[in-house]
């Protein structure tokens, strides 16, 4: 079983900052692939970004530029630093570790994007 613990979320304006960070408990951290997921309101989850063991990125096209996915195996976190947000980022982020057979996921942290 991993347990994963999400902080960093809030009430920004548009085009100011944030950075979620998830702590992930388990020995194996650096053997999953960890991922942001976000869900907003009448809407389904959609991946944000995703980060291989290796360090292999993938973002959604929406966020290309402005999010950054970073992780640090030695202090089982992984982080998403978000710039530049707008109003249509608002939603709660996921955080997720996945392996073969099996993911986890936080239990999500509400980033609001408003004037």
């Known amino acids: 079983q991993v347990q994963l613990v999400e902080s960093g979320g809030g009430l920004v304006q548009p085009g100011g900052s944030l950075r979620l960070s998830c702590a992930a408990s388990?020995?194996?951290?650096?053997?999953?692939?960890m991922g942001w997921y976000r869900q907003a309101p009448g809407k389904q989850r959609e991946l944000v970004a995703d980060i291989t063991p290796g360090g292999s990125t993938n973002y959604a096209e929406s966020v290309k530029g402005r999010f950054t996915i970073s992780r640090d195996n030695a202090k089982n976190t992984v982080s998403l630093q978000m710039n530049s947000l707008k109003p249509e980022d608002t939603a709660v982020y996921y955080c997720?570790?996945?392996?073969?057979?099996?993911?986890?996921w936080g239990q999500g942290t509400q980033v609001t994007v408003s004037s």
């Open positions: 388990g020995s194996i951290f650096r053997f999953y692939i």
């Open positions: 997720n570790a996945k392996i073969p057979k099996s993911d986890w």
